[in-house]
């Protein structure tokens, strides 16, 4: 690798792309609310922000998470030609050894920082790098199969802020299933939009293999699980959460139900991930 190449503003740039900086963001924040606001007092803000240990899992989150989307792309780049041809990284901007040296460089880090801080976390690491490495390249063209895989894997996030802490695991399961069940809604819809591409190279995903009609079935069913699980996990804790999820579930599935363009299965994508910040932020008031 010469290092001209790497400095390069462009070649920097498109790596930028590919790891969805916003999503690792929310990653990180999600984490740091949830140690800050369910697992501390909230004058110990401070504390875990300077906590190293905490820093050096956060970091290892957003590794795997940034491999799971380096891999992911250089996987889908067919198929991402098809649905979304001027958003193409890898094999345009971005050659496909330099995706598949910085996913392993991200996972090796990633899991050695998790394995100095736990083996249990060095295990959940390796294991989060491992699916995300079959769902890229097999699971995710199942039905249902890849969905559940990344909504677990999302859920775990907020696993291990409890796993390092070894406190409040239950209100800390509580917003995992939160976490999982959003992004399990938010998976279906995303193979809603990208069904023309999908179609086109054998994958098997819900819609494809239901059709719309009947996927947004199985949305509106997991939607009615979702806010009844939320609500009597949480309700005897706090009644903002479920009141968040009521009202705006009702919003998406109106929405759902009237979306029938690749625009509107995209901006649906959108409302999932704003209802996933409002439910973090939820956490203010528990």
Aim: aromatic share 12%.
């Amino acid at each position: 690798m010469q290092l001209s190449t790497i400095l390069r503003p462009s070649f920097v740039f498109s790596y930028l792309k590919l790891i969805r900086g916003v999503n690792l963001f929310l990653v990180a924040l999600t984490q740091y609310l949830t140690a800050i606001f369910l697992i501390g007092n909230r004058e110990s803000w401070l504390q875990i922000l300077t906590d190293k240990g905490f820093f050096l899992m956060v970091s290892a989150t957003v590794m795997i998470t940034s491999a799971g989307y380096l891999i992911n792309d250089y996987y889908d780049v067919k198929i991402d030609f098809v649905n979304k041809p001027k958003r193409v990284v890898v094999g345009k901007k971005l050659g496909r050894r330099w995706v598949i040296a910085g996913h392993t460089i991200l996972n090796l880090t990633a899991i050695a920082f998790g394995f100095l801080l736990s083996i249990q976390i060095g295990l959940i690491m390796f294991g989060a790098a491992f699916l995300l490495w079959l769902y890229s390249n097999q699971l995710k063209r199942l039905p249902f199969v890849g969905n559940l895989s990344v909504a677990l894997l999302t859920g775990t996030t907020l696993i291990l802020v409890a796993e390092y802490f070894h406190d409040r695991a239950y209100i800390i399961a509580c917003y995992a299933i939160f976490s999982a069940f959003i992004t399990l809604i938010r998976e279906i819809i995303k193979d809603m939009e990208d069904m023309k591409g999908d179609a086109r190279f054998g994958c098997k995903t819900v819609p494809i293999v239901l059709g719309i009609a009947k996927t947004k079935w199985v949305l509106y069913f997991i939607s009615l699980a979702f806010i009844i699980s939320v609500f009597v996990l949480i309700q005897h804790i706090s009644l903002v959460l479920p009141s968040i999820l009521f009202i705006t579930l009702i919003l998406l599935n109106l929405s759902i139900a009237k979306a029938d363009t690749v625009k509107a299965f995209g901006t649906l994508s959108t409302y999932c991930k704003i209802i996933m910040l409002l439910g973090v932020l939820s956490m203010i008031w528990i």
